[in-house]
């Protein structure tokens, strides 16, 4: 019989746990499979780890992997596929916007052949303005930006086979990206639709300064193109300076007397160049500060406590 893994990322999600384990179990237990629901708590300072214990210690399906402290959402998802003993593995939220009862829809394209079933958003219900905006125009942005095909409108929730998961064990980047990394994986991929509903309770622990960074990680790991503008534009800078410098001169040569001192112009000058020069060294910096992550080659987690799992991960 085929094993399912869940894995469940969660940080501070006490007001919803009890729900979403609930829901979990009614819609995994309808399927006729064996399963295991892996919560992975990503350093939370109120009792959902104490919750989770709870359910493990009676019901052997429930693991837990805990955290030394919040490494974030995409680190938690590595480890649950790191610990993840199954055929294939569905990552979802805890707070129950990714409804639980697609699971077995996934499960049936997975059946089919499919080593990659995403769920694709249809509609975002109960999120802000803000967030439903940026969140387009960051998708359609990378779309743009990069030659991976990665989906539109997609989260991580989605099923992979095992195939995939042994894969994306072994890639080692540390700022990951991992709806871009499935894409970039390859294999059959496919996708079912749903609406993706309102938080169940609590709020978002994606606050803006989050999702920057998640968005920068996007767009980064999977382009180039930030770099490309940088030459470019230092280019059509040079360029246009040439030009500039041609008139220069011959003003200088042919018509001295109408000259003014160039007080003007050489601010000009400076001013566009330093703000050129500070935008490039940015946009180089954030590679660099990449590579740095990656030669440092620090562990992506550090698990402090195990509950119904043994040493099957290898860290
Ligand atoms: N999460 C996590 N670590 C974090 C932030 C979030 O494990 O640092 C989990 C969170 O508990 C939830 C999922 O990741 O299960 C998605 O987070 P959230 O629902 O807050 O994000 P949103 O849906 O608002 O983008
Ligand atoms: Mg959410």
Not at 9 to 31: A, H, L, Q, W
Not at 107 to 133: D, H, N, P, S
Not at 137 to 146: D, E, G, I, M, V
Request: net charge positive; charged share 25%; proline share 3%.
């Amino acid at each position: 019989m085929p094993k399912i893994s869940v894995i469940i990322p969660v940080f501070n999600e006490t007001e919803v746990i009890d729900v979403t384990y609930k829901r979990m179990k009614s819609v995994m237990d309808g399927i006729e499979m064996e399963y295991e629901l892996i919560f992975v708590n990503d350093g939370s300072r109120d009792d959902t780890e104490h919750k989770i214990a709870g359910y493990a210690k009676k019901d052997r399906t429930v693991k837990l992997l805990s955290f030394s402290r919040n490494f974030g959402h995409q680190c938690a998802i590595s480890a649950g596929m790191d610990y993840a003993s199954g055929d294939a593995v569905v990552v979802i939220d805890a707070d129950l916007q990714d409804p639980p009862e697609l699971i077995p829809e996934m499960i049936k394209k997975w059946q089919e052949g499919y080593e990659v079933v995403y769920g694709k958003r249809l509609k975002r219900k109960g999120e802000t303005l803000f967030k439903k905006a940026t969140a387009k125009l960051f998708y359609r942005t990378l779309k743009h930006l990069t030659s991976v095909d990665i989906p539109v409108d997609t989260g991580d929730f989605r099923l992979i086979d095992r195939k995939v998961c042994d894969v994306f064990r072994r890639l080692q980047e540390k700022n990951r990206f991992i709806r871009g990394l499935v894409s970039w994986i390859g294999f059959r991929q496919t996708y079912v639709e749903y609406v993706r509903e309102e938080r169940l309770a609590g709020e978002t622990k994606y606050p803006l300064k989050k999702m920057m960074r998640f968005a920068m990680d996007g767009i980064l790991s999977f382009s180039y193109i930030p770099l490309k503008i940088a030459s470019f534009l230092g280019f059509l800078i040079s360029g246009l300076s040439f030009l500039y410098l041609i008139f220069v001169l011959i003003q200088k040569l042919f018509y001295p007397a109408g000259l003014v001192p160039g007080w003007t112009s050489i601010v000009a000058v400076l001013l566009i160049f330093n703000g050129i020069i500070l935008i490039l060294l940015g946009v180089i910096g954030e590679y660099i500060g990449r590579i740095y992550d990656e030669v440092r080659n620090r562990p992506l987690y550090i698990i402090d406590k195990k509950v119904n799992l043994d040493d099957e991960g290898v860290e």
